[in-house]
């Protein structure tokens, strides 16, 4: 990409940048807790569901997958919130392709959920 199409913002190097980084991270976590219902319903079910997996005698790689699909749909939650914040910053009217990428994202959440559904079957009955 020629520099003339490049960000301003995107300047910064070497340990600059990470600190930078680091910031928009944790402002995106907090923009996330404090305006999205959904993100603080997964975080409230990762946090029983990691508190129950202590709990219960469960071996060592069950354990890790479980944190990991509670963390994946966490992951999940963001990026569809993301995908929601962009759609409705291009335009707040009603748009087939907007709904489509809504949906979309909505659709990947669910299939996070039925992740940990199944991890914790398959935790719990094998």
Not at 10 to 30: H, M
Request: positive net charge; aromatic residues 8%; hydrophobic residues 55%.
């Amino acid at each position: 990409m020629p520099d003339s199409e490049q960000s301003a913002f995107k300047g910064k190097t070497g340990w600059r940048r990470i600190v930078n980084a680091a910031g928009y991270s944790v402002d995106g976590l907090k923009a996330a807790w404090s305006g999205e219902a959904a993100f603080r319903q997964v975080c409230l079910l990762a946090a029983i569901g990691v508190a129950v997996m202590l709990w219960l005698p469960l071996p060592a790689l069950s354990r890790m997958v479980l944190v990991f699909a509670h963390l994946f749909s966490i992951v999940v939650e963001l990026l569809n919130s993301a995908v929601e914040a962009a759609v409705d910053h291009t335009s707040l009217d009603r748009h087939p392709l907007a709904k489509r990428a809504k949906d979309l994202g909505s659709a990947a959440q669910m299939v996070s959920l039925v992740i940990i559904a199944l991890v914790w079957g398959l935790a719990l009955l094998g």
